[in-house]
């Protein structure tokens, strides 16, 4: 009986010790945010051409390390607590894609499938995407993105079909004139996006001006200065006003909650304050009559 409760206690001191040790190491944040700067860091130097093995053995680790860490979590947290968590999940997804890498390195790349090779080489860089998650606020950022997004769909629903409309009626106006620019549908709504964005916005209408009469290259320069005024430069300052205001919402929230609990409680403050009047002056009739 005292070698059982000898064993159940060392069993009990040796995993609360496991436990201490993992939250040193693969479960502490820090730690794995140390190891995916330094993953991003070998990587970079191999994608530069710098494959020594010292630099291969880093990357394995990496890798392995980020397995474990997934591993830790299954047992201490059970698997579905962990698959439960939005950002688990993602962390899971992520080590599971770039497990390939693993076996980059045996590969020989002049006999492989080329497209093979180029697709574990790409899934071991989305493990970094795992950043995110070290972000301060994340939470709060991205339920403000989620909000913004879905406040201002229709807005840039709108955006949209505007673009696609003078993409089509610029394909119908300047399709022999510019054809670089406006030969078909889908090129003709890439350039007006350009021009919405403001991004070489100039160079579509002296490009269409240079191959037309003096006049109808006035008329184009004008005819774009005002889509950009209204649809790049208004247009986008609404869009990103509508976003911004929907991103911070909650914060707005927060504020009118606070200024609400004030009236109540300056409500509630001026009625103790008429009872304490009428009580003030019954006392006051009371003297009086004695």
Not at 70 to 76: D, F, G, S, Y
Not at 98 to 126: E, Q
Not at 201 to 230: H, K, M, N, Q
Request: proline residues 3%; neutral net charge; glycine residues 6%.
């Amino acid at each position: 009986m005292c070698a059982k409760s000898c064993t159940f206690a060392r069993k009990i001191v040796s995993s609360y010790e496991m436990r201490k040790f993992l939250d040193k190491t693969l479960l502490n944040d820090h730690v794995i945010l140390g190891v995916i700067l330094l993953n991003s860091i070998v990587i970079y130097l191999q994608e530069t051409g710098l494959n020594h093995p010292v630099l291969l053995g880093i990357d394995l680790a990496c890798t392995l390390i980020f397995l474990l860490e997934m591993i830790a979590k299954h047992v201490c947290f059970g698997a579905k607590a962990y698959w439960q968590d939005g950002w688990n999940r993602m962390d899971g997804c992520l080590v599971i894609l770039s497990l390939p890498s693993l076996v980059l390195p045996f590969l020989d790349v002049t006999t492989f499938n080329f497209s093979v090779v180029l697709t574990l080489r790409l899934v071991r860089v989305v493990r970094f995407l795992r950043v995110f998650h070290f972000f301060p606020n994340i939470a709060q950022i991205g339920a403000g993105l989620k909000r913004a997004l879905r406040d201002s769909g229709i807005v840039l629903i709108a955006y949209g079909v505007l673009i696609i409309l003078f993409g089509l009626i610029n394909c119908s106006l300047y399709r022999e004139i510019a054809p670089e620019y406006f030969s078909t549908p889908l090129r003709s709504i890439y350039s007006v996006f350009r021009v919405f964005t403001v991004e070489g916005w100039y160079e579509i209408p002296d490009a269409i001006a240079a191959a037309t009469s003096p006049l109808i290259g006035r008329v184009t320069r004008l005819y774009f200065c005002v889509l950009l005024a209204a649809f790049g430069i208004l247009g986008l300052s609404f869009i990103n006003s509508v976003f911004v205001d929907a991103m911070v919402e909650d914060n707005n929230d927060d504020v009118k909650a606070q200024l609400q609990r004030m009236e109540d409680q300056l409500a509630r403050t001026e009625k103790q304050l008429d009872e304490l009047k009428q009580l003030l002056s019954k006392s006051s009739e009371t003297a009086i009559h004695d």
